[in-house]
């Protein structure tokens, strides 16, 4: 049995705890989680005797030849040919994405079945499934990692003063797809001077400025996997405030790592981040959470914040991203990929953490 086909079975065999005959996926991460396929149509339906794959004829070839389940390749629009089958197959008890199902699917499949027939919206069942890496996703995650870390290194190298942040931000875009990557896995983010203050800062047509910080988020596509990785940098000799916020900001990162391992409750990583800051005096600062999971999407469960009730597991990939943001200042953020293991956590960011000189 290959992979994907045991990561049916597993999926599968969750529908009778969840009282249900069939599992309709609609999201595009877990369908390509569970069948491979990496294209922009296509639905997944689980049941316990065998598995349906949907999608238009401009997939049909490539689906037929490298996805294992029954390939229905379907000139209607693909909830019709998912309704032929529950009907043939007699499943009347469909579980569905809430998150993830379109309103017009579901009027369709509300419509289109018998009396007898129901749905019912189930959990993030897949993503919690897609919280542990298998070793295969973990080495695709791995070299994710290590080309964004290289296209970050490359293209730190030629940044200068004046450089503006939309051609900061394309030279990272482009070295890292000349690296091998198939894209960014969000909007990269380069935000210049008191525009690091904006954790999500768009690039702007701002040149970079001397004596000012830099802050650069970004991650790459591979395999269809993702990384994320944040790194600060100075134009020029960084004054005390400067030093003194990131090195309060790498304090936080350590202490969030420090407290990483399997059976460790991930509210509790957040809690020694915001501890470290409130130390400093900066609490008030640190608005987002400290990290979230990744793998096929940029933000996957476990979600790394103050409520969250999540045990860590090992072999999840996680971000550890503590920041600061000073109005009239600056921001700092300093963000790694990291691994959960048995006793602790492997970083897989190559790069080092040190504010960076340029
Ligand atoms: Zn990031
Ligand atoms: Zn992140």
Not at 3 to 31: G, H
Not at 97 to 115: I, T
Not at 300 to 307: D, F, N
Not at 330 to 347: P, W
Request: with cysteine.
């Amino acid at each position: 049995m290959t992979e994907i086909e045991q990561r049916r079975q597993t999926a599968a065999a969750r529908l009778a705890d969840l009282k249900i005959d069939a599992l309709l996926v609609s999201s595009p991460a877990s369908v390509r989680y569970l069948t491979d396929y990496s294209g922009s149509n296509g639905l997944v339906l689980l049941s316990r005797g065998e598995s349906h794959f949907f999608t238009d004829p401009r997939y049909g070839l490539e689906a037929s030849q490298k996805i294992t389940c029954r390939v229905h390749v379907a000139k209607k629009p693909l909830i019709d040919a998912v309704i032929a089958v529950l009907k043939r197959k007699k499943l009347k008890k469909t579980g569905f994405e809430s998150a993830w199902m379109r309103f017009e699917d579901y009027s369709k499949l509300k419509q289109g079945l018998p009396s007898g027939f129901s749905l019912h919206p189930i959990g993030s069942v897949l993503e919690e499934q897609r919280m542990i890496k298998s070793a295969a996703e973990i080495e695709r995650i791995r070299n994710s990692v290590n080309t964004n870390s290289r296209a970050f290194s490359a293209v730190l190298r030629q940044i200068k003063p004046g450089a503006r942040e939309q051609e900061i931000a394309a030279a990272l875009d482009f070295e890292m797809r000349r690296l091998g990557a198939e894209k960014p896995s969000f909007e990269t983010i380069v935000a210049a001077g008191d525009r690091s203050a904006l954790p999500h800062a768009h690039p702007s047509a701002r040149p970079l400025g001397g004596n000012e910080l830099l802050l650069i988020d970004m991650g790459a596509t591979l395999d269809g996997y993702s990384s994320d990785m944040t790194r600060v940098a100075f134009t020029g000799a960084p004054p005390k405030r400067i030093r003194d916020l990131y090195r309060a900001v790498l304090e936080a990162q350590l202490a969030a790592m420090d407290s990483v391992r399997a059976g460790a409750v991930a509210g509790g990583v957040d809690a020694a981040a915001r501890k470290v800051l409130k130390r400093h005096g900066l609490d008030r600062e640190f608005i987002h959470s400290t990290g979230h999971g990744l793998g096929l999407e940029i933000h996957e469960p476990p979600r790394i914040g103050k409520r969250s009730k999540t045990k860590l597991q090992a072999g999840m990939a996680i971000t550890i991203e503590p920041g600061a943001y000073v109005a009239g200042l600056g921001g700092v953020r300093i963000e790694d990929t990291i691994l959960v293991t048995q006793n602790g956590c492997e970083v897989l960011t190559p790069t080092p953490k040190e504010l960076v000189q340029i």
